[in-house]
T-cell receptor, first 113, second 112 residues
Framework: NAGVTQTPKFQVLKTGQSMTLQCAQDMNHEYMSWYRQDPGMGLRLIHYSVGAGITDQGEVPNGYNVSRSTTEDFPLRLLSAAPSQTSVYFC????????????FGQGTRLTVV | AQSVTQLDSQVPVFEEAPVELRCNYSSSVSVYLFWYVQYPNQGLQLLLKYLSGSTLVKGINGFEAEFNKSQTSFHLRKPSVHISDTAEYFCAAKESWGKLQFGAGTQVVVTP
Protein backbone atom coordinates (compact mmCIF):
# COMPACT_ATOMS: atom_id res chain seq x y z
CA ASN A 1 0.00 0.00 0.00
CA ALA A 2 2.06 2.94 -1.29
CA GLY A 3 -0.30 5.79 -0.38
CA VAL A 4 1.01 9.09 -1.78
CA THR A 5 4.29 8.94 -3.69
CA GLN A 6 6.32 12.01 -4.58
CA THR A 7 9.33 12.16 -6.86
CA PRO A 8 12.04 13.33 -6.75
CA LYS A 9 12.91 13.58 -3.05
CA PHE A 10 15.59 16.20 -3.64
CA GLN A 11 16.25 18.61 -6.51
CA VAL A 12 18.57 21.52 -7.19
CA LEU A 13 17.62 23.90 -9.99
CA LYS A 14 19.23 26.95 -11.48
CA THR A 15 17.21 30.13 -11.69
CA GLY A 16 15.06 30.07 -14.82
CA GLN A 17 15.01 26.30 -15.24
CA SER A 18 11.77 24.40 -15.38
CA MET A 19 10.80 21.13 -13.79
CA THR A 20 7.85 18.96 -12.78
CA LEU A 21 7.30 17.51 -9.35
CA GLN A 22 5.43 14.26 -9.58
CA CYS A 23 2.69 13.06 -7.24
CA ALA A 24 0.76 9.81 -7.46
CA GLN A 25 -1.76 8.22 -5.10
CA ASP A 26 -3.23 4.74 -5.15
CA MET A 27 -6.16 5.30 -2.78
CA ASN A 28 -8.61 6.47 -5.45
CA HIS A 29 -8.95 9.83 -3.69
CA GLU A 30 -10.76 12.53 -5.59
CA TYR A 31 -9.11 15.44 -3.80
CA MET A 32 -5.41 16.22 -4.25
CA SER A 33 -3.40 19.24 -3.16
CA TRP A 34 0.07 20.72 -3.31
CA TYR A 35 1.56 22.59 -0.36
CA ARG A 36 4.83 24.29 0.27
CA GLN A 37 6.43 24.29 3.71
CA ASP A 38 8.66 27.15 4.78
CA PRO A 39 10.13 27.72 8.26
CA GLY A 40 7.74 29.51 10.58
CA MET A 41 4.93 29.56 8.01
CA GLY A 42 3.45 26.12 8.26
CA LEU A 43 2.03 24.63 5.08
CA ARG A 44 0.56 26.89 2.45
CA LEU A 45 -1.73 25.66 -0.29
CA ILE A 46 -0.44 26.15 -3.83
CA HIS A 47 -3.04 24.41 -6.02
CA TYR A 48 -5.68 21.78 -5.51
CA SER A 49 -7.96 19.50 -7.48
CA VAL A 50 -11.35 18.01 -6.61
CA GLY A 51 -11.29 15.50 -9.44
CA ALA A 52 -9.81 14.65 -12.82
CA GLY A 53 -9.95 17.66 -15.10
CA ILE A 54 -10.69 20.11 -12.28
CA THR A 55 -8.04 22.30 -10.66
CA ASP A 56 -8.05 25.56 -8.77
CA GLN A 57 -5.65 27.98 -7.14
CA GLY A 58 -4.76 27.99 -3.50
CA GLU A 59 -3.10 30.61 -1.33
CA VAL A 60 0.25 30.91 -3.17
CA PRO A 61 -0.26 29.83 -6.82
CA ASN A 62 2.06 32.26 -8.63
CA GLY A 63 4.88 30.56 -10.51
CA TYR A 64 3.25 27.12 -10.45
CA ASN A 65 0.98 25.22 -12.83
CA VAL A 66 -0.94 21.99 -12.31
CA SER A 67 -3.07 19.60 -14.32
CA ARG A 68 -5.13 16.55 -13.38
CA SER A 69 -5.65 14.20 -16.29
CA THR A 70 -6.17 11.11 -14.14
CA THR A 71 -7.44 10.45 -10.62
CA GLU A 72 -4.05 9.05 -9.61
CA ASP A 73 -1.64 11.77 -10.74
CA PHE A 74 -1.30 15.46 -9.90
CA PRO A 75 1.98 16.94 -11.17
CA LEU A 76 3.20 20.39 -10.17
CA ARG A 77 5.13 22.39 -12.75
CA LEU A 78 7.59 25.19 -12.14
CA LEU A 79 7.92 27.01 -15.47
CA SER A 80 10.81 29.32 -14.56
CA ALA A 81 12.29 28.59 -11.16
CA ALA A 82 13.16 31.44 -8.80
CA PRO A 83 15.13 31.39 -5.52
CA SER A 84 11.88 32.26 -3.70
CA GLN A 85 10.60 28.83 -4.69
CA THR A 86 13.24 27.12 -2.57
CA SER A 87 11.08 25.10 -0.20
CA VAL A 88 9.83 21.67 0.75
CA TYR A 89 6.83 20.63 -1.31
CA PHE A 90 4.17 18.21 -0.14
CA CYS A 91 1.44 16.53 -2.07
CA UNK A 92 -1.67 15.33 -0.24
CA UNK A 93 -4.81 13.44 -1.12
CA UNK A 94 -8.09 12.72 0.62
CA UNK A 95 -11.63 11.58 0.04
CA UNK A 96 -14.44 14.14 -0.27
CA UNK A 97 -16.15 15.21 2.93
CA UNK A 98 -15.44 17.90 5.47
CA UNK A 99 -13.64 15.86 8.07
CA UNK A 100 -11.71 13.34 6.07
CA UNK A 101 -8.02 12.77 6.76
CA UNK A 102 -5.44 14.11 4.32
CA UNK A 103 -2.63 11.68 3.44
CA PHE A 104 0.73 13.24 2.67
CA GLY A 105 3.67 12.23 0.56
CA GLN A 106 7.24 12.27 1.91
CA GLY A 107 7.99 15.63 0.35
CA THR A 108 10.33 17.07 -2.27
CA ARG A 109 13.12 19.34 -1.06
CA LEU A 110 13.76 21.89 -3.80
CA THR A 111 16.65 24.34 -3.87
CA VAL A 112 16.83 27.05 -6.53
CA VAL A 113 20.23 28.67 -6.90
CA ALA B 1 -11.80 33.63 6.59
CA GLN B 2 -10.49 31.16 9.10
CA SER B 3 -7.00 31.23 10.58
CA VAL B 4 -5.01 28.98 12.88
CA THR B 5 -2.54 30.20 15.48
CA GLN B 6 -0.07 27.98 17.25
CA LEU B 7 1.11 29.93 20.23
CA ASP B 8 4.53 28.32 20.67
CA SER B 9 7.09 27.89 17.93
CA GLN B 10 9.25 25.58 20.02
CA VAL B 11 8.61 23.58 23.18
CA PRO B 12 11.53 21.92 24.96
CA VAL B 13 10.51 19.13 27.33
CA PHE B 14 12.23 16.46 29.36
CA GLU B 15 11.54 12.79 28.74
CA GLU B 16 8.59 11.45 30.78
CA ALA B 17 7.32 14.99 31.48
CA PRO B 18 3.92 16.18 30.23
CA VAL B 19 3.58 18.49 27.25
CA GLU B 20 0.84 20.79 26.00
CA LEU B 21 0.81 22.40 22.58
CA ARG B 22 -1.56 25.30 22.18
CA CYS B 23 -3.71 25.99 19.16
CA ASN B 24 -6.35 28.66 18.60
CA TYR B 25 -8.49 29.08 15.55
CA SER B 26 -10.75 31.80 14.27
CA SER B 27 -13.85 31.03 12.30
CA SER B 28 -17.36 32.32 12.17
CA VAL B 29 -18.74 28.87 11.45
CA SER B 30 -18.20 25.36 12.74
CA VAL B 31 -14.88 23.83 11.84
CA TYR B 32 -13.22 20.48 11.79
CA LEU B 33 -9.94 20.44 13.71
CA PHE B 34 -6.85 18.31 13.23
CA TRP B 35 -3.43 17.73 14.71
CA TYR B 36 -0.71 16.37 12.43
CA VAL B 37 2.82 15.29 13.33
CA GLN B 38 5.88 15.54 11.12
CA TYR B 39 8.92 13.49 12.06
CA PRO B 40 12.28 14.64 10.64
CA ASN B 41 12.48 14.37 6.85
CA GLN B 42 9.03 12.84 6.57
CA GLY B 43 5.58 13.88 5.50
CA LEU B 44 2.74 14.73 7.85
CA GLN B 45 0.59 12.08 9.49
CA LEU B 46 -2.65 12.48 11.37
CA LEU B 47 -2.53 12.34 15.18
CA LEU B 48 -6.20 13.02 15.87
CA LYS B 49 -9.18 15.00 14.70
CA TYR B 50 -12.31 16.62 16.08
CA LEU B 51 -15.45 16.54 13.96
CA SER B 52 -18.26 16.73 16.52
CA GLY B 53 -19.44 15.15 19.75
CA SER B 54 -17.18 14.67 22.76
CA THR B 55 -14.82 17.56 23.22
CA LEU B 56 -11.98 15.29 24.38
CA VAL B 57 -10.42 13.48 21.47
CA LYS B 58 -7.90 10.69 21.82
CA GLY B 59 -5.35 10.00 19.14
CA ILE B 60 -2.40 7.80 18.38
CA ASN B 61 0.76 7.51 20.47
CA GLY B 62 -0.97 8.59 23.69
CA PHE B 63 -1.90 12.09 22.52
CA GLU B 64 -5.22 13.74 23.23
CA ALA B 65 -6.74 17.11 22.50
CA GLU B 66 -9.60 19.11 23.94
CA PHE B 67 -11.92 21.23 21.85
CA ASN B 68 -13.11 24.38 23.61
CA LYS B 69 -15.67 26.24 21.55
CA SER B 70 -15.94 29.28 23.83
CA GLN B 71 -12.17 29.81 23.72
CA THR B 72 -11.85 28.63 20.11
CA SER B 73 -9.00 26.40 21.15
CA PHE B 74 -7.86 22.86 20.39
CA HIS B 75 -4.85 22.19 22.61
CA LEU B 76 -2.85 18.97 22.29
CA ARG B 77 -1.54 17.12 25.35
CA LYS B 78 0.49 14.09 26.26
CA PRO B 79 0.98 13.13 29.92
CA SER B 80 4.45 11.59 29.47
CA VAL B 81 6.61 12.15 26.40
CA HIS B 82 9.28 9.92 24.91
CA ILE B 83 12.40 10.81 22.96
CA SER B 84 10.59 9.51 19.87
CA ASP B 85 7.99 12.30 20.24
CA THR B 86 10.58 14.81 19.03
CA ALA B 87 8.89 16.20 15.93
CA GLU B 88 7.02 19.17 14.54
CA TYR B 89 3.32 19.34 15.29
CA PHE B 90 0.78 21.16 13.16
CA CYS B 91 -2.71 22.22 14.10
CA ALA B 92 -5.14 22.58 11.20
CA ALA B 93 -8.72 23.70 10.76
CA LYS B 94 -11.24 23.29 8.01
CA GLU B 95 -14.69 24.71 7.48
CA SER B 96 -17.20 22.33 5.92
CA TRP B 97 -16.66 23.39 2.34
CA GLY B 98 -13.41 25.22 2.84
CA LYS B 99 -9.77 24.37 2.53
CA LEU B 100 -7.50 22.93 5.20
CA GLN B 101 -5.67 25.80 6.95
CA PHE B 102 -2.48 25.00 8.88
CA GLY B 103 -0.84 26.75 11.78
CA ALA B 104 2.86 27.64 11.66
CA GLY B 105 3.85 24.53 13.59
CA THR B 106 5.37 23.78 17.01
CA GLN B 107 8.71 22.06 17.25
CA VAL B 108 8.85 19.68 20.23
CA VAL B 109 12.31 18.74 21.41
CA VAL B 110 12.44 15.95 24.00
CA THR B 111 15.66 15.57 25.95
CA PRO B 112 16.68 12.84 28.42
Amino acid sequence: NAGVTQTPKFQVLKTGQSMTLQCAQDMNHEYMSWYRQDPGMGLRLIHYSVGAGITDQGEVPNGYNVSRSTTEDFPLRLLSAAPSQTSVYFCASRSPGGGTEAFFGQGTRLTVV
Amino acid sequence: AQSVTQLDSQVPVFEEAPVELRCNYSSSVSVYLFWYVQYPNQGLQLLLKYLSGSTLVKGINGFEAEFNKSQTSFHLRKPSVHISDTAEYFCAAKESWGKLQFGAGTQVVVTP
